[in-house]
């Protein structure tokens, strides 16, 4: 068994994967291909999510369900479960939205915070100079570089450990909505994505832009907020773009690189509904 372990760690190590354990790696480029693939699969979701927000009573996702199985996870949002669920966006005429080169991840998730309003909820959100205590140990350092209104420009230094461990430098654009005294919605965009070499040491450095490792090449988050039911449903949607698998070895690195959006996510929500005062 230690053998088996040991060679799986192995390959894992020298898969063109970043990370400042593995600095020999190959780098991949972020072809314009792929980037227009992720642009066009945002484009698409961003049409379903249009429908929703424009709508109070089928606001959030989850209350777009089918009647038994949004009852079903209402009840198990109002225990204090987190609601997952994968999701994969279409293009006009049904077809799947492939990325060239790329993957594209898809994730929704959904927590119910009772005793929370949204007026807090939205105050958490922006305050982005604080993020890096909420959501350590993902997000390292986080700034507000900007703010007009309702819309923002931030910095995040994220990181991220599965077996090993890798730094980015992020920017992103964020807008706020607000829909009434009960519903705001937001979007986040990436702007500059940059892997980490060496991260805190003297040798610290980026990767260019595109240039790197393939670990996160776009990031796009749509939240949604309505207070109701004596608290705040705090959903998120995000889709993530990321290098493709080495070919021949799918079956093995495919679970490890998916798993992580959907880890993420998951870390996000819970640390969301905690610094709101929930469980």
Request: with cysteine; aromatic share 10%; hydrophobic share 35%.
């Amino acid at each position: 068994m230690l053998a088996i372990s040991t060679q799986w760690l192995a390959i894992l190590l020298t898969l063109h994967f970043p990370g400042p354990q593995n600095s020999g790696v190959v780098k991949v480029e972020l072809r314009p291909e792929t980037a227009q693939a992720f642009n066009r699969y945002a484009q698409f979701t961003e049409a379903r999510i249009n429908g929703e927000v424009s709508q109070n009573e089928r606001f959030l996702y989850v209350e777009g369900l089918t009647p038994e199985r949004r009852s079903q996870v209402l009840a198990a949002l109002k225990s204090g479960e987190l609601f997952m669920e994968r999701l994969q966006t279409l293009d006009g005429s049904g077809q799947k939205i492939e990325a060239p080169d790329g993957l594209i991840h898809h994730w929704l998730g959904t927590v119910f915070v009772p005793g929370a309003n949204l007026q807090q909820t939205i105050a958490l959100m922006e305050d982005y100079n604080h993020h890096q205590d909420i959501y350590k140990p993902e997000v390292v350092r986080s700034r507000t570089l900007s703010r007009e209104g309702n819309d923002f420009k931030i910095y995040y230094r994220l990181r991220k450990k599965k077996v090993i461990t890798v730094t980015l430098n992020t920017n992103h654009d964020i807008h706020y909505f607000p829909v009434d005294s009960k519903h705001w919605y937001s979007r986040s965009y990436s702007t500059r994505i940059a892997e980490v070499v060496d991260a805190d040491t003297p040798n610290e450095r980026e990767k260019p832009v595109g240039h790197d490792g393939g670990f996160l090449w776009r990031m796009n988050s749509y939240w949604k907020f309505e207070e109701k039911d004596g608290g705040v449903y705090v959903e998120c949607e995000s889709i993530s773009l990321t290098r493709d698998i080495p070919t021949g070895l799918g079956w093995l690195i495919k679970p490890f690189v998916t798993s992580v959006p959907k880890e993420s996510l998951e870390m996000t929500l819970s640390a969301t509904r905690a610094a709101l005062g929930g469980q």
